[in-house]
Structure formats: structure tokens, C-alpha cells
């Protein structure tokens, strides 16, 4: 199986941040990688498929980026809405697997 | 406007068996190939388990292979998973998502509100 491998497990950030989060998968991948978003009590969201391609109605501050076994999703100005918990997911192979997480907290 | 629905979920006794269903309308459901994902508490996602969209074909993770199966009725725009053997660690909410088939695999671009389950004498 393929492990997924998120870093850091949690950053703390400030409104209008840069944020940077790592996925990285065990074995290459190309671009078959997705980014969720959950928020507590919620049902998660994708933010990004295909390593970069933002889905339909997410904001234009959100960007993927990486192929072959690293991969990152940055967020260019950190909003008070932002404040949750990003999941990579890679889709190559038949096993699906996901990151551990990432948790985005308010410094 | 897509809608995914799960239900089924409860309390269930460690070795015990329970069905959750999982209603989708607002899209063709028979187009699509559809998925399960649990979240245990305070956990993250795992992905569990897809079926393609004519049911041909089913996958699952190596936690529930052999215990869980996945099924749809597309006539009643439903999926299900029938989890048998159930453990304390299967405790988690249970997710269905639809899944969209793109160049570079598959996403999940919508998900239900999630149902609980519970495994606990």
C-alpha cells in the first residue's frame, strides 16, 4: 500500500498567513493526488484534485502543486474560514489511501 | 443539487453486523462510482471501500476486506455497506462520497453528513 505522509501534523497561523502543508507519498504517484478540507463536526470538502486543479467554487487562494512523490497545498492568505483540517489522498493505486492530517489552527 | 444521505448507523455489540444505507439524488447516480470513508473519533479519514457504477467492480481496505461489503441499487439510487465481525476500533462516522473520474484517478467531489456507528458491549 502506499502511505501518504503529511507535514507538519499542525502549524498555527495567523489571518493573512502563507501557509505551506507537504503531502509525500512511499512510491511514486504523478499527479494522482486530492486535498480535502474538514472542518469539526463537518463532512470533508475538496479543495484539489490531480495534484492542482481547483474544484469548482474554491476560493483562488488555495493552490496545489508537485508531482511524483511530493507534493504541497499552500494557502497564499490565510482567512478566519481556513481554519481546519487538510487531508492529501492519493487515487493511483486501487487501495486509496489518506494523510494523517493536517490541523490549521489560529495562533 | 446533489444530496448523499446516509443512515444506519448504531450501537452495536462487538461481533455483530449492521447495514448502512446511503441515498443520493441530484445527480445520475448510475454514472458514478461511489465510496466509503470512516472517521474514527478524534481520527483522521480512511478510505474503506469503492464500487464501480455498474457494481462490477468493488475494492476495499485491508482493515475491513473480508468483513465489509459494498453494494448499490442503482434502480433506487442507493449504496450500502453490509459490516459484519464488527470490532471495537470500527467505531467511527461512516461517510459515503461520489466519486468523479478525472485524468489523473478519481475524486471524492461530494459526501454525505456521515452516520455513527458504534461497537461497544
Known amino acids: 500500500d502506499i502511505e501518504m505522509t503529511q507535514s507538519p501534523s499542525s502549524l498555527s497561523a495567523s489571518v493573512g498567513d502563507r501557509v505551506t502543508i507537504t503531502c509525500r507519498a512511499s512510491?511514486?504517484?504523478?499527479?494522482?493526488l486530492n486535498w480535502y478540507q474538514q472542518k469539526p463536526g463537518k463532512a470533508p470538502n475538496l479543495l484539489i484534485y490531480?495534484?492542482?486543479t481547483l474544484q469548482s467554487g474554491v476560493p483562488s487562494r488555495f493552490s496545489g502543486s508537485g508531482s511524483g512523490t511530493d507534493f504541497t497545498l499552500t494557502i497564499s492568505s490565510l482567512q478566519p474560514e481556513d481554519f481546519a483540517t487538510y487531508y492529501c489522498?492519493?487515487?493511483?493505486?486501487?487501495?486509496?489511501?489518506f494523510g494523517q492530517g493536517t490541523k490549521v489552527e489560529m495562533k | 443539487q446533489v444530496h448523499l444521505v446516509e443512515s444506519g448507523g448504531d450501537l452495536v455489540r462487538p461481533g455483530g453486523s449492521l447495514r448502512l444505507s446511503c441515498e443520493a439524488s441530484?445527480?445520475?447516480?448510475?454514472?458514478?462510482?461511489m465510496s466509503w470513508v470512516r472517521q474514527a473519533p478524534g481520527k483522521g479519514l480512511e478510505w474503506l471501500s469503492y464500487?464501480?457504477?455498474?457494481?462490477?467492480?468493488?475494492n476495499y481496505a485491508d482493515s475491513v476486506k473480508g468483513r465489509f461489503t459494498i453494494s448499490r441499487d442503482n434502480a433506487k439510487n442507493s449504496l450500502y455497506l453490509q459490516m459484519n465481525s464488527l470490532r471495537a476500533e470500527d467505531t467511527a462516522v461512516y461517510y459515503c462520497?461520489?466519486?468523479?473520474?478525472?485524468?489523473?484517478?478519481?475524486?471524492?467531489?461530494?459526501w454525505g453528513h456521515g452516520t455513527l456507528v458504534t461497537v461497544s458491549s
Open positions: 441530484g445527480f445520475s447516480f448510475s454514472d458514478h462510482y
Open positions: 464500487i464501480y457504477s455498474t457494481g462490477s467492480y468493488r
Open positions: 490531480a495534484a492542482s
Open positions: 489522498q492519493q487515487s493511483f493505486t486501487a487501495l486509496r489511501t
Open positions: 512510491q511514486t504517484i504523478s499527479r494522482y
Open positions: 462520497a461520489r466519486a468523479v473520474s478525472g485524468e489523473y484517478g478519481h475524486y471524492l467531489d461530494f
